[in-house]
């Protein structure tokens, strides 16, 4: 069963900028470690508001990227970046658990 994960991102409005060069960074990083991105949206109405949309094969497969992203020192930078200029962050699974 494909594993789903939805990532929703508030910043400030002075910081959507950064916002907007780190997600290309980070999507250079999910690419190297083989994560499919299904989709990435900004709110019209609320351009502080990112989602990021992440798809695996299950969630074993997901644990186990994750915790390749954990030790890889690029992921480490830009997660310490993003953190310093978010306000709020959510992470909710889409698939249902079996």
């Given at each position: 069963?494909?594993?789903?994960?939805?990532?929703?991102?508030?910043?400030?409005?002075?910081?959507?900028?950064?916002?907007?060069?780190?997600?290309?960074?980070?999507?250079?990083?999910?690419?190297?470690?083989?994560?499919?991105?299904?989709?990435?949206?900004?709110?019209?109405?609320?351009?502080?508001?990112?989602?990021?949309?992440?798809?695996?094969?299950?969630?074993?497969?997901?644990?186990?990227?994750v915790?390749?992203?954990?030790?890889?020192?690029?992921?480490?930078?830009?997660?310490?970046?993003?953190?310093?200029?978010?306000?709020?962050?959510k992470?909710k699974?889409?698939?249902?658990?079996?």
């Open positions: 069963m494909t594993f789903v994960m939805l990532m929703k991102t508030k910043v400030r409005h002075e910081s959507v900028g950064k916002l907007t060069e780190l997600r290309s960074q980070f999507n250079e990083v999910y690419q190297d470690h083989g994560i499919e991105v299904i989709g990435h949206w900004t709110r019209i109405d609320k351009p502080t508001t990112t989602y990021t949309m992440t798809s695996y094969a299950d969630e074993a497969e997901y644990n186990e990227k915790q390749k992203l954990k030790g890889d020192e690029r992921y480490t930078k830009l997660s310490a970046e993003l953190a310093s200029i978010r306000k709020d962050f992470a699974r889409l698939t249902p658990a079996e």
